[in-house]
């Protein structure tokens, strides 16, 4: 029993006759009653009274009919549904960040939410280190790191091209000058994130190669409690320029460029290599591409 036989059995019921159904179907009358026979032939039992001329149900027909109506019917909603999540008015989308990748989602994800209102969106923070293993074992539909992982069953998207900012507060020695030397930063005290990373480990072997000591007396927790520690005028940092464009747009930190320190961070998308994305997924990273261009916080600071 298909569903066909079935669509052919409610429209003899509803036209009232085979030659109606066949002309209600677009088939002649001769196969939509070879359908009907063979529908008859699988269930055992007629279902039509064929001494009738208006296409009367038998017992059996009448049990069948309202189960064909449901299964019909539900083959419809599923079809709707099906196509509400291709055109990405329904379906869910999961999505892993820390707390800088967080923060570089947001337009984005804004510009996601206003086209497609209708899809549920989760986005979950997790280590950097730990988000490529749990997007390869489905934990979410996409991740955003800032490095490429070693994991054959993943690729990548680089979707943002950052860059690290040397900041210090307003009224600091070094506000005024137009660039600095790592030697000139000898002397000074650097806020630093307490999770080690791989641009951390490049701004040390920087300063190691030079020959410089590195002063990082205080680690904080964040990224906003370094930036509104250094802003109070406790020490400079080196932070992600998209994450300070507001407090250099209110003046509140001051970006100095340190040529020796030009590392360019990319902010990646990272999915399972193999497995085939949701739409609401697709559909995300196309809204991605169009963002990307755009300058964060209305501005790029300028480094």
Known sequence: MDLFQLEAFLAVVREGS????????????????????RLEDEIGQPLFDRSSRRGLLTDAGRVLLGHADRLVALRSQALAEL??????????????VNELTGLFLLPTLHEYRRLYPAVQVTVQRAPASRIPA????????????????ADEGLRTLVAYRD????????????AGRRHVTIADLAAESFVAHHVASPYRQKVIDAFRRRRVTLQMPVEMPTLDAIKRFVAMGNGVALLPAICVVDELARGELVAVPVPEL??????????????????????????????????????????
């Open 134 to 149: 749990q997007v390869r074992e489905f934990g979410a539909d996409i991740g955003v790191i800032t490095y490429r992982p």
């Open 262 to 303: 030009a590392f360019e961070r990319h902010f990646r998308f990272v999915v399972r290599r193999t497995a085939t994305l949701s739409h609401a997924a697709r559909v995300f990273l196309k809204v991605a591409e169009q963002v990307r261009a755009r300058p964060l916080g209305g501005t790029r600071p300028r480094v």
């Open 83 to 96: 196509e509400d999540v291709r055109q990405a008015r329904a379906g869910r989308l999961a999505i892993l």
């Open 18 to 37: 085979f030659s109606a159904a066949a002309k209600a179907l677009f088939r002649t009358q001769p196969a939509v009653s070879q359908i009907i026979k």
């Open 163 to 174: 860059a690290l900012v040397f900041v210090v507060p307003a009224g600091h020695p070094l």
